[in-house]
Each structure stands twice: as structure tokens, then as C-alpha cells.
Nanobody
Framework: QVQLVESGGGLVQPGGSLRLSCAAS????????MRWYRQAPGKERDWVAV???????NYADSVKGRFTISRDNAKNTVYLQMNSLKPEDTAVYSC?????????????WGRGTQVTVSS
């Protein structure tokens, strides 16, 4: 069974920084693309950033230039460095990954971590 577990969320003042982590564990043969999403209260879940297995990245316009996605393949972990945080970045942040468990590819989600940007 494959699991994704996020960590690193919390309360931060506007202009501050946070670094989120998402670690995959379980029966893992290979990890493809890894993504971060976020969902603000009363809103739909939005895509934030993606990093492919080759290390190529892409970002939503709302976070471009402020957030950086990276991965450590040896640790099966994806990170999201968030700088210059704004109140509108407040949301539950979840990671998503395409993972081959040795039998087939699957699409996996973590439970999320709360990020609150407020003074």
C-alpha cells in the first residue's frame, strides 16, 4: 500500500516563508510526476505546481516566482518552498503523485496540511 504524508504547514505572517514536504512510502517501484494542489475554504481545489521525474517544473500563475517545487528521489519526497506568502495563499495543501507499485501505475493523494497566512 502506497501512502503520501504531508508536513510543514502552519501559521505564518504575510511576507513569510514555509517549506512543505510530502513523503511517499510503501510499495514503490517508481515515482512519476509529483504535484501540489491547494484548496481554500469554500473554493475548489486548484493545481499549484508539478515536477516530472526528469525534474522539469511548472507553476500556476498565482505562485510563479514565489513558490519552488523540488524533489529528492532517494527519499521519495517532494517539497514546496513558499516565499513571500500572501493571505490568499491560505489553504489546505495536498500532494499528488503517479506511483508504480511494481504491478501498475496509480494516482495517489495525501491528506493535506493547513497553511494559514495571517497577521
Amino acid at each position: 500500500q502506497v501512502q503520501l504524508v504531508e508536513s510543514g504547514g502552519g501559521l505564518v505572517q504575510p511576507g513569510g516563508s514555509l517549506r512543505l514536504s510530502c513523503a511517499a512510502s510503501g510499495s514503490i517501484f517508481r515515482i512519476g510526476s509529483m504535484r501540489w494542489y491547494r484548496q481554500a475554504p469554500g473554493k475548489e481545489r486548484d493545481w499549484v505546481a508539478v515536477i516530472t521525474s526528469a525534474g522539469n517544473t511548472n507553476y500556476a500563475d498565482s505562485v510563479k516566482g514565489r513558490f519552488t517545487i523540488s524533489r529528492d528521489n532517494a527519499k521519495n519526497t517532494v517539497y514546496l518552498q513558499m516565499n513571500s506568502l500572501k493571505p490568499e495563499d491560505t489553504a489546505v495543501y495536498s500532494c499528488n503523485a503517479n506511483i508504480h507499485d511494481g504491478d501498475r501505475w496509480g494516482d495517489y493523494w495525501g491528506r493535506g496540511t493547513q497553511v494559514t497566512v495571517s497577521s
